[in-house]
């Protein structure tokens, strides 16, 4: 995608949705990045309730730890791969109690370091808790990269990097949440409704879905080929002869 395609498409995205914010409830950044290690391979509206009730007892790592291991699976049970999540969880609060003085590193490496946080959990928590220009690249964003030929990529890091570079500075602080709930409510897996899509002109997809009830537009019909007629022949032929003998008789 071009520059100039690019700051239109980040434009009106802002212009829709001036200031973005992350789906996840939270209440300060280690609640933040409790959420976000919950969220993975899991749906935000999940996450959501079991944090509910989850964080409006536990809001600190201390207060973690002495919940427990079983005592956090009743509390995240209804979340994918919960016993592992658990796991992690209380791992890594044990570990921003020694290491961290009990807070959140604003530090990418040290993010990472901790139990459960790869990098894109610690790019969410470094934009949503402190307000980097980081891009956290998830599954809505990985396909939105590539399908509109914003940041085309093979993988999560290659589209990362590629937003990265291509991104105009006054629109990298909300880019990851506009690119995300793009892909989450328009730019769809299945069935992107691009009949509805403020971005469509720009997007280098070729294939766009047309609105429901809209038959696509017939293909044009191919002419048909016929054979050329063979050159009469000058000299009378011995079936025509023939035939005028016959009538003739």
């Known amino acids: 995608m071009k520059p100039d395609k690019i700051e239109t498409f980040y434009r009106r995205l802002q212009e829709a949705e001036p200031r973005p914010e992350t ?11 409790v959420a976000v290690v919950l969220s993975a391979q899991a749906t935000d509206v999940g996450v959501n309730k ?15 730890v002495a919940l427990g291991e079983a005592g956090l699976k009743t509390f995240i049970k209804t979340i994918g791969l919960f016993n592992t999540k658990a ?7 044990k570990l921003l109690i020694a290491e961290h003085n009990s807070q959140v590193p604003r530090d990418r ?10 990098r894109k959990t610690a790019n969410v928590v470094m934009n949503v808790a402190f307000g980097e220009s980081t891009i956290a690249v998830d599954t809505h964003i990985f396909r939105v990269g590539n399908r ?12 990362e990097l590629k937003l990265e570079k291509v991104t105009p ?9 506009w690119l995300i709930l793009h892909g989450r409510y328009i730019c769809k897996a299945r069935l992107p409704e691009c009949w509805r899509c403020i971005v469509a002109d720009v ?32 000299a009378p032929s011995s079936r025509r002869g023939s035939s005028a003998r016959i009538a003739r008789r």
């Open 23 to 33: 789906e996840l409830k939270y209440v300060n950044p280690y609640t933040l990045l």
């Open 50 to 64: 079991a944090t509910g009730p989850l964080f409006a007892k536990v809001d600190t790592p201390e207060k973690m």
């Open 87 to 93: 796991k992690n969880v209380i791992a890594l609060s």
């Open 109 to 118: 490496d040290a993010l990472q370091a901790l139990p459960g946080v790869g």
């Open 148 to 159: 509109t030929g914003l940041a085309p990529g093979k993988d999560p890091l290659a589209v």
């Open 169 to 177: 500075p006054e629109f990298k602080r909300h880019a990851h949440h």
């Open 203 to 234: 997007c280098g997809y070729k294939d766009k879905t047309p609105a429901p009830g809209t038959k696509p537009s017939a293909a044009k019909a191919k002419p048909k080929k016929t054979k050329p007629r063979a050159a009469k022949s000058s």
